[in-house]
């Protein structure tokens, strides 16, 4: 028998520098460390309701493809969340992992030069010498975690992660959830099911043993406690909303065995955009809105926005204007600045 039995449809298979090899490379900074454990803390405050009177504000990006404008974006980012602090805790979109729908650029990590050329070598060491950086500002990261592999590499610098959409109903990723350090928001499938990230949150709080790596590479069953940390994302889907007073308060019901004081956050982009970043503002007002007016179970919302407004195709070889998303469409900069400042000023002013 000459046709082979497994690997018939790869090409190559190459190893990939351990995790240790990276963060004894790039190792986290005193400085970086303290903000990622005062960072978390302060978010399972608002969690588990002792702190009810901010918001956790997930803003940035909707993918980082050029480090450069995403110090930028920081460096602007960083002294507005300084200022609001005692009303918004705002924490840096750093996603470096895209899932896609069918095919296209998978983001940094996968993709770092933007080539097809797939440097995931290069691209997870991009991804850790970035937070590093924004960590050592000052400025936490929040992140999706899509690759089961990938926490090993990045997690020590991540303040809050995501489990998206699409693999929010996956084993897997519930079983990686269970053990990760972060507080974990799931979102809602997209077709705009609340069951599923209701069950991932019922999983993830429970031990597991699962496959996976150790700090040198080497395939490990890896065994967790369960995640205390966990809530709800509601993203909209299947081309409808799932923000308004109504959907918060069977999310709320439906939730309430779970004993998380605060357990829902809302994506303003996605479905409940309807996918047009210039309708975010009003989504966040209404979010705000609720609040205000007594729905104490949302704990925060999140907000895709870049240096500049709208997207760009992303073409092979072709060249790139500054600070515009090559996924998802994002507010500009100055219409997220207006917007995170009015938020903070209408959460001290009394409703009418």
Known sequence: ????????????????????????????????????????????????????????????????????????????????????????????????????????????????????????????ELARTLLLKLNQSGMPCATELLDPIAP?????????????????????????????????????????SLQVAINAMTAARTPHHFVGINADGQTSIIKTTGNPDRHIVLRGGGGKTNYDADHVARAEAAVAGEQ?????MIDCSHDNSSKDHRRQGPVAREVLRQFKEGRQSIMGLMLESNLNAGKQTWRQGTALAHGVSITDACLGWEETELLLNELADSLVAKPA
């Open 1 to 124: 028998m000459n046709r082979p039995l497994d690997n018939q449809h790869v090409i190559e298979i190459k190893a990939l520098p351990s995790p240790r090899s990276i963060k004894t490379k790039l190792p986290i900074t005193d400085q970086a460390a303290a903000l990622v454990v005062e960072t978390r803390e302060a978010i399972r405050r608002i969690l588990h309701g002792q702190d009810r009177e901010r918001l956790l504000v997930i803003v940035g990006p909707c993918s980082i493809h050029d480090p450069d404008a995403a110090f930028e974006y920081a460096a602007r980012l960083k002294p507005l969340a300084d200022s609001l602090r005692d009303r918004l805790l705002i924490v840096m979109r750093t996603y470096f992992e895209k899932p896609r729908t069918t095919v296209g650029w998978k983001g940094l990590i996968n993709d770092p030069h933007l080539d097809g050329t797939c440097d995931i070598a290069t691209g997870m």
């Open 152 to 192: 090993q590499y990045i997690a020590d610098l991540i303040s809050w992660t995501a489990i998206g959409a699409r693999t929010t109903e996956s084993q897997t990723h519930r079983e990686m959830a269970s053990g990760v350090s972060m507080p974990v928001g799931f979102k809602n499938g997209t077709e705009g």
């Open 260 to 264: 998380i004081a605060r357990p829902i």
